[in-house]
């Protein structure tokens, strides 16, 4: 009983998320707040440790160690690649992804990274631990983080032409799998979480000067 209600509430809260930053994008940092906050709420009305919500700090060596390679490539190879390829070949792709980034607004990298390492709390939290932590139980962890990814790509919708935007979420349902199967590996969200990071930052690095 306990499961199948934890079940629907994580159901409604990644319904109300979605469904908010897809219908009203003005708000769509308000709505990706909502799982965090939720999880906070919950972890203390159930008294779950921070290692029940992933951040097991004392295995982050122990995790890194057993998966380098595939952390090596989330963090340093795949987001610049990416780039490097949109400006050979698909330079819409690029400018689309330019248009939705913050460079544009004057934001600086002494406030870009602390923004970003926070967001990517929240995000790691709300597709590896909500998500995908919590519907392995029902429908296995290749379904999970298949249904993990695909919600993730969709939160990063933005308006463009067709193939332009199906090419954005595709590659970035692409990368939370890769991010999904990190986490699935050992439940260390730090993990996953430093691997984004270091994939984001190379990634708009490379991005700054295409």
């Known amino acids: 009983m306990k ?27 308000l709505f990706a707040l909502l799982p965090v906050a939720y999880l906070l709420i919950e972890r203390a009305l159930r008294k779950r440790t921070w290692s029940d919500l992933g951040f097991n700090s004392r295995t ?9 390679i595939l952390f090596l490539f989330m963090g340093f190879v795949i ?15 690029l400018a689309h992804i330019q248009e ?8 600086g990298w002494n406030i870009l990274l602390p923004l970003l390492a926070f967001s990517l709390i929240g995000e ?19 379904a999970a ?22 090419t954005d979420v595709g590659l970035i349902v692409v990368s939370s799998i890769f991010y999904g199967l990190l986490f699935a590996r050992h439940n260390n969200l730090w993990v996953v979480w430093l691997a984004h990071l270091l994939g984001d930052v190379f990634g708009l690095i490379v991005l700054a000067w295409a």
């Open 3 to 29: 499961s199948t209600r934890i079940l629907f509430e994580t159901i409604v809260v990644a319904v109300i998320t979605l469904t908010g930053m897809l219908l009203i994008p003005s708000a769509k940092i």
């Open 60 to 68: 982050f060596w122990t995790s890194l160690r057993a998966d380098w």
């Open 79 to 93: 987001q610049p690649a990416t780039v490097l390829w949109a400006k050979a070949y698909f330079p819409e792709y």
């Open 100 to 107: 939705r980034l913050p460079f544009e607004n004057g934001i």
């Open 124 to 142: 790691e939290l709300t597709y590896r631990t909500m998500i995908q932590g919590r519907l392995a139980q029902f429908i296995g962890t290749p």
């Open 145 to 166: 983080i298949g249904v993990a990814s695909l919600l993730f790509g969709l939160a990063h919708f933005a308006p463009g032409p067709g193939l332009v935007v199906l």
